[in-house]
């Protein structure tokens, strides 16, 4: 269980509108799991309704993680527990560098500072990861991805490049180390180049201590990073889970079939 | 390098004062409640003031009572200028012991990590500077450069003429009712002169200035800055400021001389219990900077729009502000840009937070006079709202009676977005600590301008203030 990630028959509406329509995925430890669809079919929906989006409302189903339901928790206490969303639009937050998001939100999620008595009493700021540490783990991650350190001292998504902005999201899945990663179009908006940096990245987080979701529209992020598990997402549902072959079938016939096959 | 090493010395100093406190001898002088000419008369001759002194209260006592209540602002209507007491020896103003002291400021100072020492100076439990040491260290530095720093109390008795020449011309005691009143009882506050060509390589704090009255309730601080000198000077600290007495009115002048640079900079986080009504003034000669740096956090009540009056060919003039208004606050604060000659130029930024059913305004003027060729204006008013209820108006005014200038605008109003609350959740931020991170990036252009201790205060004061306070 240590690790795992359930969804049962899950069922999310949003504003009203039935989007999740029952859907089933099991991801553990090791894993990499490729979650492929056409536009719109709910691919995204999903990736924000693990994270926990206010948006999205659980009207059936559930999801479990090591063998705990989450969806009574709020979106921190999910990462707190290890699961983690790149996001296909990181939102700009002018003013806050990425360096000091990165060391409260590590800090968080680390649980720096919590043995300090009930939580109300001990001074601000004394919760943080100390700086020398941090900065130390910082600098690795950076050049893991290729990004210059002046980078951390921007501020957080704000005037970044669509390259850049999913070099930072990869970013923070490094410092976070989380147990579940679901990548969400982590590929669009990159140039071959980016591309091969992110995926490298991403790569070199792969272990037996992690499970990944990449969701992508296209199969070219398939090629750098290798998923063991292929599934086709279509109308709020898999309509057909494979291997690897499934991917390049998809390259080779596009999705129209689907259309054909599951109805229009 | 010698900058450096004064910086050193001084922090040095600063640390024994926060921890040389002594609980002041008390003596006692109270004024029966309300407003009279025998308080007007009895506190001037205890402070032994000169004759003219005495006339300039009298005359603004009579002002004072004048004067209509201004109607254009925040409503006023509960303030009882009887029920006020309006003179009181320093330690007489002040809560008397720590256990007077609300609970819940106690609390934040807890929460800020404040020294005890320090806590009770800022609380206002009759603890002042009394480091004669130090005092007479900070004091021969300044006064080999020439430069004056009291009280402006002792001001009146040891430079009765430079006070003379200055109090009262740039904000004349009629200028409003509050500016009236400050004028009839005022007490403490800064005099600071600083002599042709002088820069003052560290910024001057209240903080430093000996039986500082800077929990005055009518402060008085004139600030004059010879040609080509160079002075910052600090008021204010981002620690909830104590006091028994709900109404504060402040008076500020000061004067740029040619080619001269001020800064002065100020926050203010009274309780709020307070109603805060201060008149502050510049005016700058030619090619001189004035820039006013305002915080405003606490208060029930705050009016207040730091002027620079822009008398000389190219001088410049900026007004930087926040405004954070919580449950109950009413922050009605801006800014005024008189543009007098050629080529002036001014920049006002003000930023203001809403919260809960907090309400922020802002109101600001630009006037450019005929004749003021070239001028220039920039005006920049950002809100920030945090809840549905929060509230922000903008009133701004200009008087444009120049063909040949350029004056901007620029006003937004923003809202916390849920997809930056999950966004920062997502990674393990909670609500709090997420809105707070998003408030703290709103007002990062105000807080980088500010002193580290000052900057890293403020950003702890905005997470104390969001804690639980969205959703």
């Not at chain 2, 602002?73 to 200028?81: A, C, K, M, Q, R």
């Not at chain 2, 609390?107 to 603890?127: C, H, N, S, W, Y």
């Not at chain 2, 006070?163 to 009262?168: A, D, P």
């Not at chain 2, 402040?250 to 004067?255: D, S």
Request: aromatic content about 10%.
């Amino acid at each position: 269980m240590k690790g795992t990630l359930e969804i049962k028959d899950l069922r999310v509406q949003v504003e009203g509108k039935e989007i999740l329509k029952g859907v089933n995925l099991t991801i553990h430890p090791g894993e990499v799991h490729a979650m492929m669809g056409p536009n719109g079919s709910g691919k995204s929906t999903l990736a924000y309704t693990i994270m926990g989006h206010p948006k999205y409302e659980v009207i059936g189903g559930d999801i479990l993680f090591e063998g705990k339901s989450i969806l009574g928790l709020s979106p921190d206490e999910r990462a707190k527990k290890g699961i983690f969303l790149a996001m296909q639009y990181p939102v700009a937050v002018p003013g806050v560098t990425l360096a000091n998001f990165l060391r409260a939100s590590v800090s968080a999620v680390r649980g720096y500072g919590k043995g300090s008595g009930n939580g109300r009493t001990g001074s601000v700021g004394s919760h943080l990861m100390p700086m020398r540490e941090f900065r130390r783990e910082l600098k690795e991650n950076m050049a893991r991805l290729k990004m210059d350190i002046s980078f951390a001292s921007r501020y957080l998504n704000d005037g970044f490049s669509g390259g850049e902005k999913k070099r930072a999201e990869i970013l923070q899945m490094a410092m976070l180390k989380p147990k579940i990663a679901v990548l969400d179009e982590t590929d669009s908006g990159l140039d071959i180049d980016a591309l091969r940096i992110v995926a490298d990245g991403v790569n070199s987080l792969i272990g037996p201590d992690l499970g990944v979701l990449v969701i992508t529209h296209y199969q070219r992020l398939l090629n750098y990073i290798k998923p063991h598990f292929v599934h086709i997402f279509y109308r709020g549902k898999i309509i057909q889970s494979g291997g690897p072959e499934l991917a390049l079938m998809l390259e080779e016939k596009g999705y129209e079939w689907i259309t054909e096959e599951f109805g229009g | 390098m010698a900058d450096t090493q004064n910086f050193e010395e001084l922090r040095r100093l600063k640390e024994e004062y926060r921890y040389d406190f002594k609980t002041e001898a008390d003596y006692v002088y109270k004024a029966p409640p309300g407003i009279n000419e025998e308080v007007v008369r009895e506190m001037s001759a205890l402070k032994n003031e000169p004759e003219w002194m005495l006339e300039f209260r009298l005359k603004a006592l009579e002002t004072f009572l004048k004067m209509p209540m201004p109607t254009w602002g925040p409503d006023l209507s509960n303030i009882d200028f009887e029920s006020f007491i309006y003179y009181l020896k320093p330690t007489e103003q002040q809560a008397h012991s720590w256990d007077e002291v609300p609970e819940a400021i106690k609390e934040t100072f807890d929460r800020l990590g404040i020294p005890e020492a320090e806590r009770k100076f800022l609380a206002g439990v009759g603890a002042q500077f009394e480091s004669e040491a130090v005092y007479h260290s900070l004091k021969q530095e300044w006064e080999r450069q020439g430069i004056i720093f009291v009280d402006t109390d002792t001001a009146v008795q040891e430079y009765p003429e430079l006070v003379r020449k200055y109090i009262g011309t740039l904000v004349p005691i009629n200028d409003n009712k509050f500016a009236a009143l400050n004028s009839a009882f005022w007490s403490g506050g800064s005099f600071v002169y600083v002599p042709a060509g002088v820069q003052v390589a560290i910024p001057l704090q209240a903080y430093f200035r000996i039986n500082a009255q800077s929990i005055g309730q009518f402060e008085r601080t004139i600030i004059i800055a010879e040609e080509g000198s160079k002075v910052h000077y600090i008021e204010g600290c981002t620690a909830p400021q104590y006091t028994t007495a709900s109404l504060h009115t402040g008076v500020i002048e000061i004067f740029v001389g040619k080619g001269a640079y001020v800064r002065y900079t100020t926050i203010q986080n009274w309780s709020n219990n307070i109603y805060n009504l201060v008149t502050q003034r510049s005016i700058v000669d030619e090619e001189g900077t004035m820039e006013w740096v305002d915080g405003n956090i606490g208060s029930k009540v705050t009016m207040k729009y730091p002027a620079v009056v822009l008398k000389g060919r190219k001088a410049h003039g900026e007004v930087l502000s926040i405004a954070f208004a919580g449950d109950g606050q009413h922050q009605d604060a801006g800014a005024k840009a008189i543009h007098l000659a050629p080529e002036t130029t001014s920049i006002i930024t003000s930023k203001s937070i809403s919260k809960g059913l907090g309400r922020s305004s802002y109101r600001g003027l630009v006037k450019i006079n005929k004749g003021a060729k070239d001028a220039k204006s920039k005006v920049v008013c950002d809100a920030l709202l945090l809840d549905e209820h929060s509230r922000s108006d903008t009133y701004p005014y200009m008087e444009i009676n120049e063909d040949d200038v350029a004056v901007e605008h620029e006003a937004t109003v923003s809202k916390i977005s849920e997809d930056q609350l999950f966004y920062l959740m997502s990674r393990g931020l909670s609500e709090g600590e997420a809105s707070a991170m998003i408030v703290n990036g709103f007002i990062e252009p105000f807080v980088k301008e500010l002193p580290m201790e000052y900057a890293v205060e403020l950003n702890r004061l905005v997470q104390l203030q969001m804690e639980g306070s969205v959703g």
